[in-house]
């Protein structure tokens, strides 16, 4: 199975590039963005003003890419833990963010303008949920699509190939984005499967199946946009496999040296997405130091900003636990409610 690449490692383009230079320069920040969270929410989580973090350095354009072709007020993200990059393209807010990861109920839930589910902790449980959304935007007549995200080692799980088998049997307009990064925490891709690309999976569901590079925006972008594409037009779910690496730790309490070398992780980052991208606009003339150095300082601004007002929210109250469950609460919960409340249980 061939790999869909746009860019090789240095940015060079291969071919050419189906998007605009707008696109390309609004591509560009939005990794950039990514990335500044990601390295200022490790900074947090060290100095114990963030719960345990998990981040996704030189994963950024494998779900960038994706976000970047979804409306958040029309479309819906379903997100595994480890898609910050995502939600934050999406559009939800980056304070919001902080108090997720700081487990604050404040940070539960998306503004009313983003239809992003919460980040998801069980593995593989979103994918058979999204088949459920996007089945449903389909009986309601909406131009929407779903996408969800799941781990190469997500793959391995019930979850993962009945929510496939629901999507296809029910043309569901739905985006399954697998981020093949080498590893399922300690475990390697090849100790739990035997097939060479796990995009290959699709066939047996009857979809499309496609493996792009990770790391290379513009291929991950245009996939994400032909299978969305595809989906409005009422012709089913696509299976899209993006082969990226986890660069840093599984989470802020992992020590990766423990079972991979360090030579497997630097060969990687020699084919970072951000490095690529970057070198794809110098190689057409669209950016310069100048402007590196104004985004790093806009960027820096607005988490710095974000911060500030992550630390200004309320105190958590105690009945917000049972909250941001259902639309309605059911009587188990208005009676925990309740009672939080000082009423009777």
Known sequence: MDTVRYLDDDGKPLR???????????????????????ERALVLQRQGRLGV?????????AQVGVALCLEPSRDWLLPSYRE?????????PLSKLILSWRAD???????PEV???????????????????????RLQGKDAVAAVFIGDGGTSEGDFHEGLNFASVFDAPLLVVVQNNGWAISVPTQKQMKVQRIALKAQ?????????????????????????ARARAGEGPTLIEALTYRVA??????D????????????????DPIDRMRGCLLHLGLWDEEKERALSEELEAEFVAAVEEADKASEPRPWEIVEQVYAEMQPDQQAAWNYLHGGEA
């Open 16 to 38: 050419d590039i189906p998007l605009s230079e707008e696109e390309l320069l609004a591509g560009y920040r939005a990794l950039r963005r990514a990335r500044h969270f990601d």
């Open 53 to 61: 973090y998990p981040p996704f350095r030189g994963q950024e354009a």
């Open 84 to 92: 910050t990059a995502a939600a934050i393209t999406f559009g939800m």
């Open 105 to 111: 109920p404040a940070g539960w839930g998306a503004p």
């Open 115 to 137: 239809n992003m589910v919460q980040f998801y902790i069980p593995i593989a449980t979103q994918v058979p949920q999204a088949a459920g959304v996007a089945h449903a935007l």
């Open 204 to 228: 047996g569901y009857g979809i499309p199946g496609v493996t792009v590079d990770g790391n290379d925006l513009v291929a991950v972008w245009t996939v994400a946009r032909k299978a969305a």
């Open 249 to 254: 730790p599984h989470t802020s309490s992992d």
């Open 256 to 271: 990766p040296g423990r079972y991979r070398t360090e030579d497997e992780a630097e060969a990687w980052k020699k084919r």
